[in-house]
Antibody, heavy 118, light 107 residues
Framework: EVQLLESGGGLVQPGGSLTLSCAASGFTFSNDAMAWVRQAPGKGLEWVSTISSIANRPYYSDAVKGRFTISRDNSRKTVFLHMASLRADDTAMYYC???????????WGQGTLVTVSS | DIQMTQSPSSLSASVGDRVTITCRASQSIGNWMAWYQQKPGKAPKLLIHKASTLESGVPSRFSGSGSGTEFSLTINSLQPDDFATYYCQQFYSFSQRTFGQGTKVEI
């Protein structure tokens, strides 16, 4: 059974940083790209970042480019999202998802909440 | 950037109704379209990928169609479990994975 478990969310001050983790199990982690998607309270889904399975190439939305860094550790079956220079509009539930076919996201974690506030 | 326009933003329907949700892309995206269902407090669930391929385990009353810039999700014979919010997503390129604004299907 595929499982994705996010952790690392919490309350952080504007300008601060936070690193999210997503531990995967139930599939060959190194074969698949992985993505982060966020959802602000009461709002729609927003793609944040994807890291490819080959060459670990990262991709970012314009909203987070230059502030967020995605990475993965295939030996630990874990994908990370390091978030810096956080702003109030980064407040959201952050979901980790598997990207098996270069785009669609077939398995999702339960999400971890990030709140940026002073 | 590729923009997605999803409509309607909400709709009211009854059990047994046929419901259609549409998504329009600002440029051609081939068939690189997916549809998701999300219930309150839950993660999204993949319904359709490659515009019309039903994800394993998804009921056959769900179907997707379209290519290029115009896409639709149809739910035949709406069931009580189908009341949720639905999102389209384009993935034409690795650097752009835009979601539509969502459609809330209410009773």
């Amino acid at each position: 059974e595929v499982q994705l478990l996010e952790s690392g969310g919490g309350l952080v001050q504007p300008g601060g940083s936070l690193t999210l983790s997503c531990a995967a199990s139930g599939f060959t982690f190194s074969n698949d790209a992985m993505a982060w998607v966020r959802q602000a309270p009461g709002k729609g889904l927003e793609w944040v970042s994807t890291i490819s399975s080959i060459a670990n190439r990262p991709y970012y939305s314009d909203a987070v480019k230059g502030r967020f860094t995605i990475s993965r550790d295939n030996s630990r079956k874990t994908v990370f999202l390091h978030m810096a220079s956080l702003r109030a509009d980064d407040t959201a539930m952050y979901y980790c998802a598997r990207d098996p076919r270069a785009g669609d996201l077939d398995y999702w974690g339960q999400g971890t909440l990030v709140t940026v506030s002073s | 950037d590729i923009q997605m326009t999803q409509s309607p933003s909400s709709l009211s329907a009854s059990v047994g109704d046929r419901v259609t949700i549409t998504c329009r892309a600002s440029q051609s995206i081939g068939n690189w379209m997916a549809w998701y269902q999300q219930k309150p407090g839950k993660a999204p669930k993949l319904l359709i990928h490659k515009a019309s391929t039903l994800e394993s385990g998804v009921p056959s009353r769900f179907s997707g169609s379209g290519s290029g810039t115009e896409f639709s999700l149809t739910i035949n014979s709406l069931q009580p479990d189908d009341f949720a919010t639905y999102y389209c997503q384009q993935f034409y390129s690795f650097s752009q994975r835009t979601f539509g604004q969502g459609t809330k299907v209410e009773i």
